[in-house]
């Protein structure tokens, strides 16, 4: 009975969709569930009148498969993976194919390739974007891994996938090993950095302007017209708009403590391991960590005193287009920060991103989904080369006629003491990135002064060090140096 297309284990939410969403593009796909009951249940219910066709079995959903065998894994990342890897290879040969769609951290995937490479199989790490309606109706998928398998899956996969207005699929092979799953780890970290921009901007406009829920939600339907065009634009203004069942706004009967599930907080580490600034999304992170901080920030609120709060600005609109301007400078800096860390990335890792075509996959069907992204492309495809986005002719123009009203809005928030560590962090690195000689000398004298740590001038070559005997009493001996 080997006529299925491709196999698919994990049927909660995203593994039942992607399996529809596969089925209506005329895939006929084969389906197992750890809990076997839930194979049955999808059939009966969801699946019913499809031509998915139910495993009770590993053995069974194998047997089940044209050759080469795809099967595709939407379970949780970790060692459950691994499991499941090692629960399928009795039934595979060589030449089949697994792929890991879920979230896990690339370091695993790089490590998976190889060990079954070694076996024979090929297999692909893909980040998956666009939340339950995305795998649905159209996600944007990231794939990696063993480039021998992508001849395999990019039928599929392009099929299911989002489509931007030309019909272009938003999926194309990133690169070697771990590249998909990187890409969509910073894909998640700059879905956070965005995620804590919108929330800043909500705080300025509801706690200095006093707008209402249903006032934020005219502001923002406004603000999804224009340059901020985006889906978490728009769900935000959908937020503001949905009542509890007694009429009041939903949004404020939300206790104020974010989760997260790690993506935001690797793409941090590997931002540290890398050396590079990836401050917003760092901000980002500890923001939901700050509001976990749920029973201290309330006693806390109750000791200590924030400014005597000025008058709310008269010109109210002036004010609200200060703040969206403001978000969309800090905006931009997040996702020239996330393309730094990915230009680092291919260079550690030997990946030939291609950053345009990054871009392009993001700009449909994933939930930092935008009109902006657009820009991006248009920035990689006029200079492959390109160094970083800020120097981009758009970006830079846009920072430079937007930077008074990004300064003012911080500056309100200041006098208002609403905390806005993203768009702050946003503008301090602007300042950094344009400023030619920052006070990193006095930096390298302290550590050379306590610890002969060295420093280079600025009459000498650059990659010649010297030290200093700063107080007469130190020896000759100077440290090693190390470089971020």
Known sequence: MQNCDIGLIGLAVMGQNLVLNMNDHGYRVAVFNRTVSKVDDFLNNEAKGTQVVGAHSIEELAAALKRPRRVMLMIKAGDTID??????????????????????????????????????????GTGVSGGEEGARFGPSIMPGGNPA?????????????????????????????????????????IEYGDMQLICEAYQLLKDGLGLSADQLHDVFAEWNKGELDSYLIDITAQIFAKKDDDGAPMVDKILDTAGQKGTGKWTGISALDMGTPVTLIGEAVFARCLSAMKDERVAASAILAGPARPAAPAAREAFIEEVRRALYCSKMISYAQGYMLLREAAKEEGWKLNFGGIALMWRGGCIIRSRFLAKIKEAYDKNPGLTNLLVDAFFSRTLIDYQASWRRAIVQAIEYGVPTPAFSTALAFYDGYRTARLPANLLQAQRDFFGAHTYERVDKPRGEFSHTNWTGRGGRVSSGTYNA
């Open 149 to 189: 398998a992508w001849p395999h899956v990019k039928e599929i996969f392009q099929a299911i996938a989002a489509k931007v207005e030309d019909g272009t699929p938003c999926c194309d092979w990133v690169g070697e090993n771990g590249a998909g799953h990187y890409v969509k780890m910073v894909h998640n970290g």
């Open 83 to 124: 499991h499941m890897i090692e629960a399928l290879l009795p039934h595979l040969e060589p030449g089949d194919i697994i792929i890991d769609g879920g979230n896990s951290h690339y370091p695993d995937t790089n490590r998976r390739t190889a060990a079954l490479a070694e076996k024979g199989i090929l297999f692909i």
